[in-house]
């Protein structure tokens, strides 16, 4: 499967100015794979360290701080001679050393012509923690499922070809339009996961793809009692339980009594906190006036909370797939729906999407593009009625105003409809 984070690689290994590189993101999104993936066609060599399979390990970095004897010494155990430039050294699983995770900001400022990066579980949770954190001495990059068109790649290459090559405010012949919901329907089902992707290549039996599902649904909530740090394992599994009644109700918005009654912000913000931090989930805020910079107008009590992987909501909520495929109105459609176009949208923009709501209705999603605000309307199916979205269009006739639905490609007045399965090529179309 091709990953559009092999071009951000790319960048990075040309870039003079490169510091070792830590990948960030879920267990399972495929980062040792593309490390692996990266250093084979991309080098001359590389070598590869696992701090979670060898204990062993830990005890070079235990005891030296200077990166040339490090990489001596990782010379020596791997049997391959590490060179500058041509080797590049992955160290996986590197949580479990924190001493490792320190020592690349001594290969950063005296061995930077090594190539390095790194990878591991739950990385983003030790960001509060400066002190296990070389914080300002490497490079970040955000690793997450297969959008929607690296899934449209995977599985239907000539269709992805036609996707490709679709234009601002093109016509899209009925034909493709059609196919193409229907990979996006198969997307809602399978969603970006790398082995539910590579299952569904491999078998095309959806009951495989729900199997893995519920193992991975069950891997990450036992990893919540192995990392949670300082914080209540038992809180952060209660959070993650509840995303599914939260999204149903009729607001969306995260509600601590949904959790367990009479529950208060500072009983779960920690718990919260380390799930978004850990890329288990996206966090909307609301804001409070639609204008530039969208972040100054954040209502930091009022947020919405989604799944980094619409498949795997879409298991959570045991959506059945016949419900998706038959184009049923379905109990669940609006949130799964705004689920996956949160999916495509977020790494597009430089700010995170935002939400707005007023007493009488709501924006979806507001994205800051520039210095452009836009509104964008999100329906799971044909449906064009969306109040608090047109009055706003109408009273501010915004440069940009966005409607993703299961209608064709066109500009409607000031709104441009764009079928849902656009939503990755939003930026691009604009």
Request: hydrophobic letters at 40%; proline letters at 4%; glycine letters at 6%.
């Given at each position: 499967m091709k990953?559009?984070?092999?071009?951000?690689?790319l960048k990075?290994?040309?870039d003079?100015?490169?510091?070792?590189?830590?990948?960030k993101g879920?267990?399972?999104?495929?980062?040792?794979w593309?490390?692996k993936?990266?250093?084979?066609?991309?080098?001359?060599n590389?070598?590869?360290?696992?701090?979670?399979?060898?204990?062993?390990?830990?005890?070079?970095?235990?005891?030296?701080?200077?990166p040339?004897r490090?990489?001596?010494?990782?010379s020596?155990i791997?049997?391959e001679?590490?060179l500058?430039?041509t080797?590049?050294?992955?160290f996986?699983?590197?949580?479990?050393?924190p001493e490792?995770l320190?020592?690349?900001?001594?290969?950063?400022?005296?061995a930077?012509?090594?190539?390095i990066?790194?990878?591991?579980s739950?990385l983003?949770?030790?960001?509060?923690?400066p002190?296990?954190y070389?914080?300002?001495?490497?490079?970040?990059?955000?690793?997450?499922p297969l959008?929607?068109?690296?899934?449209?790649?995977?599985?239907?290459?000539?269709?992805?070809?036609?996707y490709?090559?679709?234009?601002?405010?093109?016509?899209?012949?009925?034909?493709?339009?059609n196919?193409?919901?229907?990979?996006?329907n198969?997307?809602?089902?399978?969603?970006?996961?790398?082995?539910c992707?590579?299952?569904w290549?491999?078998?095309?039996?959806?009951?495989?793809v729900?199997q893995i599902?519920?193992?991975?649904?069950q891997l990450?909530e036992n990893?919540?009692s192995?990392h949670?740090?300082?914080?209540?394992s038992?809180?952060?599994?209660m959070?993650?339980?509840?995303?599914?009644?939260?999204?149903?109700?009729?607001n969306e918005?995260?509600?601590?009594?949904?959790?367990?009654?009479?529950?208060?912000?500072?009983?779960?913000?920690?718990a919260?906190?380390?799930?978004?931090?850990?890329?288990?989930?996206?966090?909307?805020?609301?804001?409070s006036?639609?204008?530039?910079?969208?972040?100054a107008?954040?209502k930091?009590?009022?947020?919405?909370l989604?799944?980094?992987?619409?498949g795997l909501?879409k298991y959570?909520?045991g959506?059945?797939?016949?419900?998706i495929?038959?184009?049923?109105?379905?109990?669940?459609?609006?949130?799964?729906t705004e689920?996956?176009?949160l999916?495509?949208?977020c790494?597009?923009f430089?700010?995170?999407p935002?939400?707005y709501?007023?007493?009488?209705g709501?924006?979806?999603?507001?994205?800051?593009?520039?210095?452009?605000?836009?509104p964008v309307?999100?329906?799971?199916?044909?449906?064009?009625?969306?109040?608090t979205?047109?009055k706003?269009v109408?009273a501010?006739?915004?440069?940009?105003a966005v409607r993703?639905?299961?209608?064709?490609y066109?500009?409607?007045?000031y709104?441009?409809?764009m079928?849902l399965?656009?939503?990755n090529?939003?930026?691009e179309?604009?």
């Amino acid at each position: 499967m091709k990953r559009k984070a092999t071009e951000s690689l790319l960048k990075w290994k040309n870039d003079e100015e490169r510091k070792p590189l830590i990948l960030k993101g879920a267990r399972q999104v495929g980062k040792t794979w593309l490390m692996k993936a990266f250093g084979e066609t991309n080098y001359n060599n590389f070598v590869y360290f696992n701090f979670d399979e060898e204990d062993e390990l830990k005890s070079i970095f235990n005891a030296n701080k200077n990166p040339h004897r490090i990489v001596e010494l990782l010379s020596m155990i791997s049997g391959e001679k590490i060179l500058p430039e041509t080797t590049l050294i992955i160290f996986d699983e590197i949580q479990e050393c924190p001493e490792a995770l320190n020592t690349l900001k001594y290969f950063n400022e005296k061995a930077n012509e090594y190539h390095i990066i790194a990878a591991g579980s739950l990385l983003g949770t030790l960001l509060a923690s400066p002190k296990s954190y070389p914080v300002g001495k490497v490079n970040l990059l955000e690793i997450a499922p297969l959008t929607f068109d690296e899934f449209l790649e995977a599985t239907e290459e000539s269709l992805f070809s036609y996707y490709q090559s679709i234009v601002k405010e093109q016509q899209i012949e009925d034909i493709f339009h059609n196919r193409l919901i229907d990979a996006y329907n198969n997307y809602l089902i399978i969603g970006g996961m790398p082995e539910c992707v590579y299952s569904w290549i491999k078998y095309k039996d959806p009951a495989r793809v729900a199997q893995i599902q519920k193992e991975l649904v069950q891997l990450y909530e036992n990893d919540f009692s192995k990392h949670n740090g300082k914080v209540n394992s038992g809180r952060i599994l209660m959070v993650f339980r509840s995303i599914v009644t939260q999204l149903a109700k009729p607001n969306e918005k995260f509600m601590y009594g949904a959790v367990r009654e009479g529950a208060r912000a500072r009983d779960f913000e920690e718990a919260i906190e380390w799930l978004v931090s850990a890329g288990m989930l996206n966090r909307v805020y609301n804001v409070s006036k639609l204008e530039h910079p969208l972040s100054a107008f954040d209502k930091l009590e009022q947020f919405k909370l989604f799944v980094f992987d619409t498949g795997l909501l879409k298991y959570m909520a045991g959506i059945d797939n016949g419900a998706i495929l038959l184009k049923n109105d379905y109990q669940f459609k609006g949130p799964l729906t705004e689920n996956y176009v949160l999916q495509q949208l977020c790494g597009q923009f430089e700010i995170a999407p935002r939400y707005y709501s007023e007493r009488s209705g709501e924006i979806d999603f507001v994205i800051q593009y520039q210095t452009n605000i836009i509104p964008v309307e999100t329906k799971g199916g044909a449906d064009k009625s969306a109040p608090t979205f047109k009055k706003y269009v109408s009273a501010h006739q915004p440069e940009y105003a966005v409607r993703f639905s299961k209608r064709g490609y066109r500009k409607d007045g000031y709104i441009t409809n764009m079928p849902l399965y656009l939503a990755n090529k939003m930026k691009e179309l604009l």
